[in-house]
Each structure stands twice: as C-alpha cells, then as structure tokens.
C-alpha cells in the first residue's frame, strides 16, 4: 500500500502554512525532502521522511489548534515584522503551538480573528470561493444617510481596479454626531470595509470584527483568547474530529 502523500498536502496539514504557500515554497526550491530539493507533484511518507523548509523541519505529528481571539487596536496580525511595535503573538504566550492569523486586520482595527497552525483549516476559510461571511461594526462621527448604505450595498470601486462585490450595510443608529453601522462582506480585499467607506464619504472612527462565518467575538475582551468549540467548528463547516467537510 503506498502511504505517501503530496509533499504540499504534507507541509499544510502540519499546520506550517496553506497549501498555495507550500507550492510557492516549493517552486522556490526552499524544500527539501531527506535533505534534497524536491518539485511539484513530489510525494512523501508524513510517517518516515523528513521535510524541511529553509532548514526548518516540518512536524506532521502536531496537535492542531483553533483559537478566536479579540486582537485590540494597535498590534499586528503578523507573527514576525520587524517594524511592528505589537504582534499579536504575544499575546498568545500560554500557548506553545506556532499559531498563523486566519486572514488580516489592519493595526487601527479590532475584533475577530482566528488563529490556527492547521493550513487547511486556514486555506478553507479564506479562499474566496467559498465566500466566508465577516460582519463588522463600524462607527463613524457624523450621520449616515440611506444613500450612502445604499451605495456600498450595491457594490463600488475601491480604487486599483477592485470593485466589491455586494455585501448587507445595516443602519444601527444614526444622528448628527455618531452613527453605527452593521457591514457584512463575503470577500477580504485589503482594507476593503475602510476604503468602501471613503468612498462613500464617511470617515471610519472605530472598526471591529464581531464575526467570521458564524463564529462569534461574544464575550471576549481586548487581547482576550479562546478555543473554538466544536460547535463553532461546524459553523465553518469544519467537521467532528476536524474532518473536512465541503462547502
């Protein structure tokens, strides 16, 4: 019976990166298998064959990890930058897993996001076919008019050729001093809710992920963490014992 597996597949599901960068890593010839480089389409044991990345070796045997955690303004959604002043690993020392963020949330926003050493898992959730949904709470200092919602909703461009697709602007509250408005989108271009907003001529106070895909920010606070529930995974259509369900 041949046990070997793609050397990619390998390199994602021990939670080191997606499965796109591991073909990029790849490609590059930054992977060796039993210390030669190896190509596209190259397979391994997982059990038996040592698979390293720039020297580092990969652990197909880790234990997989699922954490939501409410990254405050200021830090970074990165595990390594040298011009950042707060990354939002350091607020993840109790857990000794090296943990990738699910996505970007610019250092000015707050809220959501995930976390994860499991490259599936991370591929699954921001791939764009699959249209994971992800509510924001934005707050801006002056009042917000129907046509404004109404223009995002549609769809508009954002500038360097993107045009987003429609998405669901809800009106929580409105006056002359502060409005509060409920966006949810189904793609992640960069800084797409702030740039949707300039454009529509509103200016972003205070943004904050309250959801991705179901899974809710709900009691935690600043800088607090959690792990996902099994529930939760389901939500994201992450099955019983983190089998890969399709979407």
Known sequence: MDN??????????????????????????????NGRPVKLGDKANPHKDIIT???EKINSGKKM?????YKPRGYQCTNADPHAKKLITELLKSIPERLY????????SEGLILLTNDGEFANRITHPKNGIKKTYRVTVPHEVTEDKALLMKDGLDIGDGEITQPCVVEIVSADKERSILRITISEGKNRQIRRMCEVA???VSRLKRVSVG??????????EHAELTEGELRLLNYGKDNK???I
């Open 4 to 33: 070997k597996i793609r050397i990619q597949k390998i390199i994602a599901d021990s939670g080191y990166c997606s499965r796109r960068k591991a073909e990029a890593y790849i490609e590059s010839a930054q992977v060796k298998l």
């Open 101 to 108: 963020p699910v996505g970007r949330l610019d250092v000015s």
């Open 244 to 246: 890969r369900r399709k």
């Open 65 to 69: 990890r699922y954490i939501k955690l």
């Open 201 to 203: 001529g509103l200016k």
């Open 53 to 55: 990345i720039n020297g």
């Open 214 to 223: 179901g899974v809710k920010l709900g009691m935690l606070k600043p800088g």
